[in-house]
């Protein structure tokens, strides 16, 4: 028959079984919901990462074909000679930006690089920057816009139908830096807005987005361009700009697509233009990518350093396996 003192022994035994079950329990399932709210902020981040990353590839796929549009507007007809430069380059000279009766080039050329300004802006821009990173992006994309304003209008001295001019250059870069203020103004809050739709898609929505993407490019490209190559050729699209007006007697468009000319320059221009921005849209990706790594190994060989030195200052810390001596009383005994 069990004493008191043994009766209080097992129910302290009992009860410290218990306790110790329920703290074990416990402290399994600390660990078990930790780690389930790390996963789920570790989704949360990676889920704004790709709609922040998406909302600028968009964005810079826009840029990149307006930019062909814009290069291929200031080649037509596409016809190009060697030019005589001294002729050319004085006629470029003589163009003044005030000069009178060139209303429409000046509101043509002001009108085409506005969305050009705004979505180059926006492309350049990253959403974790203050104004600063704003205003950066901004005159970035206005110093872009007059490279390629300067390229057109230097490319157009081998075209003999053309007339470079200073004027174009001037109108086209009030026309970027218009871009530019508007993207200022509420360019952040559109890409805030896209990233947000982006955002609230699952992971399956993201995935089928992402195989879409690129299909839905290319079937737009073809059928822009095989809606533009069936009316009008590039001779006859110049044709049409120059004298403001579509000519009364056309090409026929059903002798056109007969002849079968329209869908292979829309399908052969569907693919280039869009390897083009595949290609560029990876490099960018890719030097973006290798920026962040660069920026980050300075602090990782710095840690590495660090910890190197501090191991190196006392060189003869005692180890956990080394033996330790035996106590003076212990070899007395």
């Known amino acids: ?149 300067c390229l057109a209008e230097f490319l157009q001295l081998w075209l003999p139908m ?49 195989s879409f993407k690129w299909p839905a490019l290319l079937g737009f490209l073809f059928c822009s361009l095989l809606a533009m190559n069936i009316p009008a050729g590039p001779a006859e699209w110049f044709e049409i700009y120059r004298h403001r007006a579509f000519p009364s007697s056309g090409p026929d468009s059903a002798a056109r697509f007969a002849s079968g000319m329209p869908l292979f320059i829309a399908i052969v221009a569907a693919l280039g233009i869009w390897a083009c921005c595949r290609l560029c849209e990876l490099a960018i990706s890719r030097f973006r990518a290798s920026s962040r790594l660069r920026t980050f190994q300075p602090h990782s060989s710095s840690a590495i350093g660090r910890l190197a030195s501090a191991t190196d200052v006392n060189p003869e810390l005692p180890s956990a396996t080394q033996v330790r001596p035996e106590p003076a009383n212990s070899r007395a005994a």
């Open 1 to 149: 028959m069990a004493t008191p003192s043994t009766e209080l022994q097992i129910a302290m035994t009992v009860r410290d079984h218990r306790t110790g079950t329920l703290l074990g329990n416990r402290t399994r399932r600390k660990p078990i919901r930790r780690h389930r709210r790390v996963a789920e902020q570790h989704e949360r981040i990676s889920a704004d990462q790709w709609a922040s990353e998406e909302s600028r590839s968009l964005l810079r796929i826009a840029a990149m074909l307006m930019t062909l549009f814009f290069f291929y507007a200031s080649a037509i007809p596409l016809k190009f000679s060697t030019p005589d430069f001294s002729e050319r380059l004085a006629t470029m000279m003589a163009s003044t930006p005030w000069e009178q009766g060139r209303l429409f080039d000046w509101t043509a050329n002001i009108l085409a690089f506005i969305p050009l300004g705004f979505a180059w802006a926006g492309a350049g821009y990253s959403l974790v920057g203050r104004r600063s990173a704003r205003s950066t992006a901004a005159i970035r994309s206005a110093l872009g816009c007059l490279i390629l304003a």
């Open 162 to 210: 053309r007339v470079p001019s200073f004027r174009d250059i001037v109108a086209l870069e009030a026309g970027a830096i218009i871009g530019c203020g508007i993207w200022l103004s509420i360019g952040p809050r559109t890409t805030l807005l896209t990233t947000a739709l982006l955002r609230h898609l699952p992971p399956q929505g993201r995935d089928r987005y992402s």
